[in-house]
Structure formats: C-alpha cells, structure tokens
C-alpha cells in the first residue's frame, strides 16, 4: 500500500485562483479527512489527486509516482449519483475492473465478497433506481474497491444522505476500512463526520483554498458512535470550528 | 424526446446488517404490474373504435361513396387479395419502408453521434439538419420521384429524409445531456475516449434513440405512402391511388386500415424493444 503526497499544487480556473501552494501527506493506510467551506476547492483538489484534472504547477506523487493522467492507485468515490442507471448493482461494482482491463471471471468471487462487505449481498440484480441513496453508495464504495486500489479518494460521499443514514455509512465505512486498509482521503464539510472517521483533519481555508489546520485525532480505534456524544469529541469538534471560523472571518462570507 | 428518471422505491439494509436474501419484493422494471391491463383498455378501445365507425358508415353516412364501414373495408381487403394486386403491393411498400426505416435511422444514429462528439462538424451541419427538419420534406418527394425514377429506391430515399432528421437530433440530444459525473467516473477508472462512448454516452442515449426509432415509424410509413402517390409502378400507395381514381372506397379504405394496423404493430414491437433492451428507464413517453 502507497500514501498520497501533494506538494505546492496551485489551480485557477479563468482568472479564479482556487487553490493555493495546497501541500500535505497522507501516510500509507492513513485516513485523512478534508473539511471547509463549500467552494473551498476540496473537489478540485480530490480530482487533481486521481489525475481527473491537471494542476497548474506542483505535484502529487502516489508512493514514488508521479501522477499525471487518471492514476491506476487511486478510486474516486464521487460526490453526486454516479452510479449507471443502465448496470445492475453487480455490472455497476464491475465497471471499474472492466475499464482497467482486470479479468472479470479471476476476480468474480472477490467482487461478490465485497458486495456482501458492503452490505450489498442478494441485491446484485437490482438496478440503481431501486436502491435508497444510502445503498447507492454502497455500490460506489465497492465499484472503489473492486479495483483494489492503494487509495481511496471520497468526495463528499455521505452529503446526500439523512442524518442517520449518514451515521450508519459511517460505522460502515469503519467497518470496511479495518478490512480493506487503504489510505483514505475523504472530503466533507461536516465536522462530527471529519473527526469521528479520521486520523487526521485537515481545514481547509478558501479563496483561494489552503490549508489552515492540520489536527491529528487521537481517539482509539475501533470507534463506537458513542464516541460522538462524549466531551472530548464534543472539544475536539469545537477547536476545528474555531479554526473554520476564523477562516471565514479573514476570507468573508459562507 | 425520453428522459432517463432514476426515481423508485428504496429499500434499506439495516446498521451492519449483511443481507443474505433478496427480500420479496422482486427487481422489476416498474412497469410490469400495469401491462395486461393496459393492453386491455387499448383493445377495448379499438374494439369500440371500430364499432363507431361502423355504426356511422352504416346508420349516419350510409353512403359507401363517401365512408366505407370496417365490413366493406374488410371485403376490400379480400378482393385486392384474391386478384393478386395485395401481396405485390405489400412486398413494395414493405422493402420501401424496411430500407428506408433502417438505412434512415442508422444514418441517423450514425450522424447524430458524430455531431455530438465533433463541434465542428456540428456547426457544419446544424443549419441544414435544422432547416430540413423543419421544412416539409415530404413537398419534395415529386423532385426526388423525378432523380430516382419509378422503382422502389426513389420512395426509399423519401423514407430516409423523413426518418432521418428527427434520429439525429434525437440522438445527438442523448449523447449531449450525458450525466458529466458518469463519464469522470469512466475517465477516473482509465476510460478512453472511445469506452466513455461505449460504456456511458451510448447507453444514456439509448431511452433517446429509441424515442427515435418510435418517432421513425410513423413517418417511414407516411413516406412510403406519399411516395408512392407521387410516382410509383407498385404500392400499397399506388393502389390508394388507384382505388381512390376508380371511386372504390372499400379499396381505398382498405389500404389506408393496412397502413393504420402496420404502423399499431410496429410501434408495438418498438416498446417491446424497448422493454428488452432499457428495462432500467422508468417513465417513457
Ligand atoms: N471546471 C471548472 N471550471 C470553472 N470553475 C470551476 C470548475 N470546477 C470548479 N470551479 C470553481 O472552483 C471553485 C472550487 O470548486 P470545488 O472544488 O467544487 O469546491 P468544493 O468542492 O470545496 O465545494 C468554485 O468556485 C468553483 O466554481
Ligand atoms: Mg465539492
């Protein structure tokens, strides 16, 4: 397994300057959250990491490569629907092996295992528009997994669930995670979410987007939900707002 | 046009839960539930149809000379089969409106996919798809007769400038209203520039060509009957004609109820069609 390391990327879109000399480390098997505001540039900065987008200058290496092009480390769960209303559950969860020309049959027994990790087992025919969001995801997360990648990148992946759909993903993710390590990064604006998945929070500032803060967690692992409703978590969450808030003061507006 | 909707019924695995069994409920295309009766009410309803017609052609008009009633359209048929004319005219009309029907909406597939993908070649032809899709086409069938000669290939070039317009703009409007996010995932995974074509932009079109092909239908067979009226040596639209110089209305009423049938028929296999091949597109038109 390889770690993810960003060193001075800078991107403008236009005259737009969103990101700034962004640099950081995400050690092997580290998972590592990205919090602020929205417009902040995460998801640009999550796709030049995969190779989706190109920064302007700086670089990011996976291990000691470096990344230039759609990096064959990385799997990118994304933010939005982005499942084929066309494939099955099962034909979702393969496309990823299929477009990085893995034998599908060498490797048909692991993607079933995987569905079942992610809760998916017995639903393999079912089409995306029979599925809650909260399993949607779960194919995401397996179509991520099915090419075994060294890093997980995910972009605001629990955004569009309620409130206890979301903290049911994120015990699952957990779960996952212990079985499959990968060095995650994993974007989000929620802060109970950043902290509670994490080993490392980083804060990132916008306009053009930095980052502020660098804040290592240091909760145990496993992690119960309770963890959340206890005063350090509570102080913790706190410190990271403080930290976004004046932010926002130096930089205006939400 | 058909627009791709993902919105259904949701099930949800319980916290932690690993779900072994596929609960009751079945996958299903969501429409399954309502066919048979649907097929019902539209029997029904040409059941009913063609009473009324009969009851007006028989009571209300009683004049064959101005409406022919389903009975005598029948006899029609009947006659034009036994004196040999039928099966000719449906071997003509049919190859004209196969070929035409085929080569029109590959054609259209074919450019409306090159349009989508190529800018400049869509500002090439975009004014001229425009204007001809706009302008009544069919008011150029005697010029194209003229070029094309009598034989079967004149009326097919008629069903091919009828079916094919509405193709490209229908599939040039599918592959250019792909989802972005579903193609950086094909991208983000390796995805050439060709597999986003295959494995993303043509599927999502799909729903919009088959809207296509549907639309294709209908106006194939109107080509292939107005063709046919502006010149031809044999037809389905060749014998209306003919029927309707001589003032035999049961005649001509029986070409025109084979046309009304063909086109119920193969609307109907386009639906199954679409059934088998996008099961997964809920609320088509
Ligand atoms: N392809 C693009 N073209 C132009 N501007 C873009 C593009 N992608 C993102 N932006 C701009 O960059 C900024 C950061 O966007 P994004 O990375 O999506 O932020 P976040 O994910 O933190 O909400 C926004 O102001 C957005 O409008
Ligand atoms: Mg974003």
């Not at chain 1, 919090?35 to 291990?63: A, F, H, M, Q």
């Not at chain 2, 094309?148 to 409007?173: D, H, Y």
């Not at chain 2, 080509?223 to 001509?252: C, D, T, Y």
Request: proline residues 4%.
């Amino acid at each position: 397994m390889r770690g993810v390391s960003v060193q001075s990327i800078t991107k403008s879109f236009g005259d737009g300057l969103v990101l700034r000399d962004i640099s950081f480390t995400a050690g092997a098997g580290e998972f590592v959250t990205i919090v602020g505001p929205s417009g902040c540039g995460k998801t640009t900065l999550l796709r030049i990491i995969d190779g989706l987008e190109e920064g302007d200058s700086g670089e990011v290496r996976i291990g000691d490569r470096l990344v230039s092009g759609p990096a064959r480390e990385c799997a990118f769960v994304f933010q939005a629907d982005s499942l084929m209303p066309w494939r099955t559950v099962f034909d979702n969860a393969k496309l990823g092996m299929e477009l990085r020309k893995m034998d599908i049959q060498t490797h048909k027994d692991r993607l079933k295992e995987l569905l079942q990790l992610v809760g998916l087992g017995g639903f393999e025919k079912y089409y995306p528009r029979q599925l809650s969001g909260g399993m949607r995801q779960r194919v995401n997360l397996a179509r991520a997994l099915a090419v075994d990648p060294d890093v997980l990148l995910m972009d605001e992946p629990f955004a569009a669930l309620d409130a206890q759909t979301r903290e049911i993903m994120q015990t699952e993710l957990l779960r996952i995670w212990s079985d499959q390590r990968k060095t995650v990064v994993f974007i989000t604006h929620q802060l109970d979410e950043a902290v509670y998945l994490a080993d490392r929070v980083l804060v990132m500032g916008r306009k053009p987007g930095v980052i502020a803060d660098d804040i290592t967690v240091p909760f145990s692992r496993p992690r119960e939900l309770s963890l959340k409703r206890t005063g350090e978590f509570g102080q913790l969450v706190e410190r990271i707002w403080g930290t976004i808030e004046g932010v926002i003061r130096e930089t205006g507006g939400i | 046009m058909t627009v791709p909707s993902q919105s259904s019924s949701h099930v949800e695995p319980a916290p932690g839960v690993v779900i072994g069994k596929l609960p009751a409920r079945k996958p299903s295309n969501g429409r399954g539930m309502h066919r048979k009766s649907s097929i019902t009410i539209s029997t029904l309803s040409i059941v009913v149809g063609i009473a009324l017609w009969q009851i007006i052609g028989q009571f209300l008009v009683g004049n064959s000379l101005f409406l022919a009633t389903p009975w005598q359209t029948l006899s029609g048929i009947r006659d034009m089969w036994t004196s040999g004319g039928l099966r000719e005219d449906l071997l003509v009309s049919g190859e004209e409106f196969i070929f035409g029907f085929l080569i029109g909406s590959a054609a259209g597939i074919a450019v409306g996919a090159v349009i989508a993908k190529n800018r400049v070649s869509k500002r090439i032809l975009t004014p001229y798809i425009s204007g001809f899709y706009a302008t009544p086409i069919i008011a150029l069938a005697p010029i194209l007769i003229l070029w094309f000669g009598l034989g079967i290939w004149s009326k097919v070039v008629v069903v091919i400038s009828l079916v094919i317009f509405p193709q490209i703009i229908n599939t040039e409007a599918g592959i250019r209203t792909t989802e972005e996010t579903l193609r950086d995932v094909a991208r983000s995974y390796g995805g050439s520039t060709i597999e986003v074509f295959r494995k993303v932009e043509l599927w999502w079109s799909l729903p919009y060509i088959l809207a296509g092909l549907r639309l294709g239908v209908g106006r194939a067979l109107i080509g292939v009957v107005v063709g046919e009226l502006f010149g031809a040596r044999a037809g389905l639209g060749f014998a209306i004609n003919n029927a309707q110089s001589e003032f035999n209305m049961p005649e001509l009423f029986a070409g025109v109820a084979i046309f009304a049938v063909s086109g119920i028929v193969f609307t109907y296999l386009l639906t199954v069609l679409e059934r088998v091949l996008a099961p997964w597109a809920a609320n088509r038109p």
